[in-house]
């Protein structure tokens, strides 16, 4: 790559956004596209070209970086856009679906045309900075000077194997979020004060989980969490996320609220 290469950049939500800025901000020629075209106007204020539909975002770009909502999201739209694809382009997923539907947005796609899954960890304001973790399958020699201007990339082997592993991941922050919920209901119904239990968690194995449980300022919505949740439950026998994606469906008032609410709401 180089800072002529075209970069097209589909999906502008609450991570997509910020690294589309990055990138223009790093100078490439960026084209963005969203569902919601008001998203996408507010960054052709900044520098960005708009496409009024997928396959025009994608017709002149060299690297194309999806980041949308779930797996029927990102099929739909890499359905749009993928007969006009140039030979040679590079299709980054970024999004977290599964390697299953990875492997079906594969077979969308034209010979010639490179697929890189990058899932990412992190929240808006590590995209913001440039220091998001991304889980990286497949060939991406090609495109590592991009995905370095979102984070850091963590090599994770073939394709499908970054989209894997973020499901393993995720799955776990939200069992462990729920869980610290619980924690503080016990505590609660103990009689120990908030500020006591916190402080014991923040000096324990527990510090991490906890302190994206109790994080101000973060917003994952517990309707994607949920989302990543069934991805981890229809891959495989888990009877414990089953029961973690029953309490985080249970608030249907709370879809729109960061993860880290389901401790509010689980301690009632």
Known sequence: MDKNSKIAFLGLGTM????????LAAGYPLTVWNRS???????????????????????EADVVVTMLADPVAVQGVVA?????????????????????????????LPAGVTLV??????????????????????????????LELFGTPVRTGAVGTGAALKIVLINAVVAGVTAIGEAMALADALGLSEELVKR?????PLAGIAGRAFAQGSHFPLR???????????????????????????????VEEDLGQIVRYVRG
């Open 16 to 23: 997509g956004a910020p690294m589309a800025r990055r990138v």
């Open 80 to 108: 749009r856009f993928a007969p006009a694809l140039q030979p040679g382009a590079c299709l980054i997923e970024a999004s977290t679906i599964g390697a299953q539907a990875l492997a079906e947005v594969s077979g969308l």
């Open 224 to 254: 994607l969490a949920a989302k990543d949740v069934a991805l981890a439950t229809a891959a495989a026998d888990l009877p414990l996320s089953q029961a973690v994606y029953e309490r985080v469906t249970a608030y249907p008032e709370a």
């Open 200 to 204: 014991a968690m923040a000096a324990s």
């Open 117 to 146: 899954d990058a899932p990412v960890m992190g929240s808006a304001d590590r995209a913001a900075a440039g220091e998001l973790s991304l889980l990286v399958g497949g060939d991406a020699d090609g495109v590592m000077p991009l």
């Open 37 to 59: 075209p008001e998203r996408a106007e507010v960054l052709a204020g900044e520098g960005a070209r708009v496409a009024q539909t997928p396959a025009e975002a994608v017709q």
